[in-house]
């Protein structure tokens, strides 16, 4: 149980020493980590809330439902988990207005997209032509200025990334960030001997 300890004032793990159950919630008995100061706390009963999502991957969308307590904080570019599926919150409805951040219990859409596997978008040139491409790849997987990507038999050398801030000429970003990644093919020419 991560708590603020009224002892050291330091946010940390409480080992739960023992609790019972009291009108409207559940008392527990607990021990700071850091310090080893012991006292009560009484947590009230939390009532959840089903909320519909709006769940978007690859230009299709579908209603799920997202169970949550109706205290809990939910904001935009937040992870969550909608059948078992990592989401990326990219908005959120309450009371018919879009809104940045609330409380559970004020929302009535969110609007997700699938966010365990993100599409990367990749342009190549191809001497006077453009082909584009879409990679599928893990949020965390990274990509590098320098990197060989291959498309049906043909390969190209990443020479420019452009993330939401900015394009990266040198070094990496990860696929979550990336907005566009730009390559030349690579010619790939037979030698006579």
Known sequence: MNLICP??????????????????????????????????IV???????DIKVIFSWKGESEVKKYSTFQEDILHMGEEIRVDGINALITALDSKGKRIEKGEAKDIDTIWAKRFDKVIVKVSVNRGERTIAHEITANPNEEFYIGDILEFNKSHAVIHKIKTKERFIYRGGAMARDIVRIYAKEIREGRRKY
């Open 7 to 40: 002892n050291c004032g330091k946010e940390g793990e409480h080992e739960i020493v023992s609790y019972k159950e009291v009108k409207g919630g559940t008392e527990y008995l607990v021990r700071c980590k850091n310090c080893g100061y012991t006292y009560s």
């Open 43 to 49: 947590m009230k009963d939390e009532k959840m809330k």
